[in-house]
């Protein structure tokens, strides 16, 4: 576990109704954009020390700027100033430990907000106090980028069950288009 007291991690995703965070050809399309998931993302973030996300993925608010980031990148051997932005740090998984990595960021408490893509999720499936999984149960994207590794073989949620999360109520985000959030909980220590 994380020090619960002091750090806390948490996932956010939204996916197709095939469990899709992006379409076939790796973008995330604006039909996977929805006014009250943008919304409840953005005030997650802004409740966030830490954002950590892979080189291709971002999350382009209008707070963006100023928070601190982990981007996870095979382009450095460990650690590394990001030249292009001073809030953020490069760092490559097979070089240096998340420890070392958020300690080079400065940040010792707070809540640590990761945000994908595939494998970045799958790095911290089990030391997540809380996955927020958004799904738009309307919006199909065949052929498109699973949210994690294994899916489709497995649905998101089987995923995150697996590594000892489980659902608590889920909160709708946006009715007419059935798009809502359910916080996925640690239930083992
Ligand atoms: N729907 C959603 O909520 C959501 C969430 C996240 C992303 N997305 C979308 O999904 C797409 C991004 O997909 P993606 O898979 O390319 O995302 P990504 O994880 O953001 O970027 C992949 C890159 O991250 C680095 N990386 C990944 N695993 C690594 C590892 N184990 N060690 C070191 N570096 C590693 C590599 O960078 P280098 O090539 O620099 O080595 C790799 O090319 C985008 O369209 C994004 O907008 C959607």
Known sequence: MTGKSALSIEGFVIVSAEGNLADAAGVMPDVLKFEGDQRFFANALDRAALIVHGRNS???????????????????????????????????????????????????????????GPEIFAMFFDRYDTFWLSEALHVRLPGGQPCFPGVPAQTPQQVLAAHGLAPAERIVLDAPHDVGVTPWRRTTA
Do not use: H
Not at 60 to 74: A, E, F, G, H, Y
Not at 87 to 108: H, K, Y
């Open 58 to 116: 971002f999350e382009d608010q209008p707070n963006s700027p100023r928070r601190k980031r982990l981007v996870v990148t095979r382009q450095v051997p460990s650690l590394a100033p990001d030249l292009a932005n001073p809030n953020a740090v490069l760092w490559n998984p097979a070089g240096a430990s998340f420890d070392e990595a958020r300690a080079r960021a400065g940040i010792q408490v707070g809540m640590i907000a990761v945000i994908g």
